[in-house]
């Protein structure tokens, strides 16, 4: 099945700054990757993805790049507040066999400090 | 809109004891998941269901059951806890005809065994 590793594990931004996070996979004919932000004590909730057909998509403060060759996306978000301060998650299709399962990153918990 | 239920919120056992958590959604999706999250260790997938009366093993389904009543309902069974266990578990359901892609996460179950 697929793998998928996502770094840092823990990352501390300054409001108002940018905060990166990567995640890797091994599947070239994955085709989907979304990313989860979890708050405290809350379920994930789908903030934002990106199919194989694209290269950048944006909505509003958060950028997901893919990089299909280095089999890579990452997710950025611009201008971080408190507010952005969560565990975020991606995911790729896990493909060994079913189109319906996602394999996650191990998450990223970011803090954004005033 | 929709909604996904996990019943119960919080469930405290006892070693070796059978566990049962529960999870409806109303959104109408054909396919349901389970998830159990460990600190440190991302989203990890027990058991998934395609349609009504489909059950698949994920990665972690050892030690766990599933069953698919119907299709707003998806249940898992701790079938021996173990002591010492602290875990959240996660019921997902996934939007028609996105292959599985799009998941949408209930708030969790909150195990901890005595």
């Known amino acids: 099945g697929e793998q998928v590793e996502q770094l840092p594990s823990i990352l501390r931004v300054q409001e108002g700054s940018s905060a990166s996070i990567n995640c890797s996979y091994e599947?070239?004919?994955?085709?989907?990757f979304p990313w989860y932000k979890q708050e405290p004590g809350e379920n994930p909730k789908l903030i934002i993805d990106i199919r194989s057909n694209m290269e950048r998509k944006q909505i509003q403060e958060l950028i997901v790049l893919l990089d299909k060759k280095a089999k890579r996306f990452s997710l950025h978000i611009t201008d971080t507040q408190p507010g952005d301060s969560a565990m975020y998650f991606c995911a790729a299709p896990n493909s060994g066999g079913s189109n319906y399962k996602l394999t996650f990153g191990k998450g990223t918990l970011l803090t954004v400090t005033p | 809109g929709g909604i996904i239920t996990q019943t119960p919120k919080f469930l405290i056992g006892q070693e070796g004891q059978k566990l049962t958590l529960k999870c409806q959604q109303n959104?109408?999706?054909?396919?349901m998941y389970w998830y159990r999250q460990d600190s440190g260790k991302g989203l990890r997938l027990i058991y998934y269901s395609i349609t009504e009366n489909d059950l698949q093993k994920g990665d972690l389904s050892e030690g766990y059951d599933a069953s698919r009543e119907k299709k707003s309902s998806f249940s898992l069974t701790v079938t021996s806890a173990q002591k010492n266990e602290m875990a959240v578990f996660l019921c997902a359901s996934s939007r028609p005809g996105t292959g599985g892609y799009e998941q949408y996460f209930g708030p969790g179950t909150r195990l901890t065994v005595l």
């Open positions: 599947d070239s004919a994955s085709n989907y």
């Open positions: 959104f109408n999706h054909d396919t």
